[in-house]
């Protein structure tokens, strides 16, 4: 199928860990990546993983790739009321030229 | 600032109608991409050009249609618009061979069709 599969909202509480899970489609896209939309705001690109990787981290973020399971998973740590925004996982199938798929987003609400 | 330019920021418009959106990219940037976003679809990939050419089609209905020009600067023409439309279209640019293919949005256009 063509869909990137996410879950559309997650609650925490500030200070705690949150995981965001996505499941993508095409075994040999070569980049996945975590996108940040803030209210009001275009997306920014968050962090990104190069599909021959398992793990990258940056900072709070860490991003774990199963390509066993086509499962990509972002976690933030300590989260921040400023983590509050919409997080977007996208695939970037090959073929020449860019073609990114973008999941529905996961609205991440962190509770002061 | 992601160094791309979307205009209008808002649009309301009436059924039947037709529009169209304005995007700049960022200087360099080859390719640019237009994506609707709305509450019950997500963001969904509409159409790709790059260096003037369509490179890639996604869900672009019949009523819409895009072009790049020479400068690279981009328009999408929405027309016979319906209820259904309305939504936030976001231009996205790319520099084709970059690195980690990093899309850079504009802050979107907000169409509202009454």
């Known amino acids: 199928g063509e869909d990137v599969e996410q879950s559309l909202f997650l609650s925490v509480r500030e200070g705690d860990s949150s995981v965001i899970n996505c499941t993508y489609t095409?075994?040999?896209?070569?980049?996945l990546y975590w996108y940040k939309q803030e209210p009001g705001a275009g997306l920014q690109l968050l962090t990104y993983?190069?599909?021959?990787?398992d793990m990258k981290q940056d900072q709070r973020l860490t991003v774990l790739l199963n390509k066993k399971d086509k499962h990509l998973s972002l976690r933030i740590a300590d989260t921040q009321t400023g983590d509050s925004a919409i997080y977007f996982c996208?695939?970037?199938?090959?073929?020449?030229?860019?073609?990114?798929?973008f999941g529905i987003g996961t609205k991440l609400q962190v509770i002061p | 600032d992601s160094g791309v330019t979307q205009t209008p920021k808002h649009l309301i418009t009436a059924t039947g109608q037709r529009v169209t959106l304005r995007c700049s990219p960022r200087?360099?940037?080859?390719?640019v991409y237009w994506y609707q976003q709305s509450l019950d679809q997500g963001l969904q990939f509409l159409i790709q050009?790059?260096?003037?050419?369509?490179?890639a089609k996604g869900n672009i209905l019949e009523r819409f249609s895009a072009q790049q020009f020479p400068d690279l600067h981009s328009e999408l023409n929405l027309s016979s618009l319906e209820l259904g439309d309305s939504a936030l279209y976001f231009c996205?640019?790319?520099?084709?061979?970059?690195?980690?293919?990093?899309?850079?949005f504009g802050e979107g256009s907000r169409l509202t069709v009454l």
């Open positions: 996205a640019s790319s520099v084709r061979g970059g690195d980690t293919g990093e899309l850079f």
């Open positions: 996208a695939e970037d199938r090959p073929g020449g030229y860019q073609k990114v798929t």
């Open positions: 200087s360099g940037d080859l390719s």
């Open positions: 095409d075994s040999s896209s070569t980049y």
């Open positions: 050009y790059y260096n003037g050419e369509e490179r």
């Open positions: 993983i190069f599909s021959n990787m």
